[in-house]
């Protein structure tokens, strides 16, 4: 059973340019929260899905825009690159319905901005 | 909000001597509680959680953390610590809205193992 899946894993970008990234949650999972990592930071949340819709957002710019499909995969993508973008961005799925016992986490898209 | 505070950010420790890893949150009136590991270069994996009843959790891996509502604390614990536990250790509080949850994360504690 696959976990969450995200691609790419690592992309290089230039100041100014826009990236998608893209994850594929659990198997059976149909909410998708994406965080950012910084350097040396604890994770912080960008945004959520569920059933294709934004349902909650945290403390990111609109640059900072996502999508969710029907069959739950998600993107984030992020316009007007700047050097502070580069990070780390996990993606996270869960069950909404008891969607308190944690997260599934894919392994990252490195992002690094020059 | 709720907030999460981990005061040290490294953690250095002999192989086979016991560490806690410090966690503090901010009060609130239903609180549900998380340590996750990461692993370089990997994304994170949940390694326990707090969500009611008893107050001490603990990990299938030897790892163990204590709900103090009194001292607003989920503190980690593991008595004999090996070298593969050298990772990244984040706890997390979960925060409701709009129907579902999102989780706020510590700084990170970074528990480097010495053989």
């Known amino acids: 059973d696959a976990g969450v899946t995200q691609s790419p894993t690592h992309l290089i970008k230039t100041r100014g340019q826009q990236v998608t990234l893209r994850c594929s949650p659990k198997s059976g999972h149909d909410t998708v929260s994406w965080y950012q990592q910084a350097l040396g930071q604890g994770p912080q949340f960008i945004f959520q899905?569920?059933?294709?819709?934004?349902?909650q957002r945290g403390n990111f710019p609109d640059r900072f825009s996502g999508h969710q499909f029907p069959n739950y995969s998600s993107e984030l993508n992020v316009n007007a690159l700047l050097l502070g973008d580069s990070a780390l961005y996990l993606c996270?799925?869960?069950?909404?319905?008891?969607?308190?016992?944690?997260?599934?986490f894919g392994s990252g898209t490195r992002l690094t901005v020059v | 909000a709720q907030s999460v505070t981990q005061l040290d950010s490294q953690v250095p420790v002999f192989e086979e001597a016991p560490v806690e890893l410090r966690c503090n949150y901010s009060s609130s009136v239903s609180v549900y509680l998380f340590w996750y590991v990461q692993y370089p270069n990997q994304g994170l994996q949940l390694l326990l959680k707090y969500l009611s009843g008893s107050t001490l959790v603990e990990s299938i891996n030897g790892f163990e953390a204590e709900f103090n509502k009194s001292q607003t604390s989920f503190h980690l614990r593991k008595p004999s610590v090996h070298i593969s536990d050298t990772a990244e250790y984040f706890c997390a509080v979960s925060e409701r809205a709009s129907g579902t949850y999102k989780y706020i994360f510590g700084t990170g504690t970074r528990l480097k193992v010495l053989a």
């Open positions: 996270a799925s869960s069950q909404r319905r008891g969607a308190n016992y944690g997260y599934t």
């Open positions: 899905y569920y059933e294709e819709e934004e349902r």
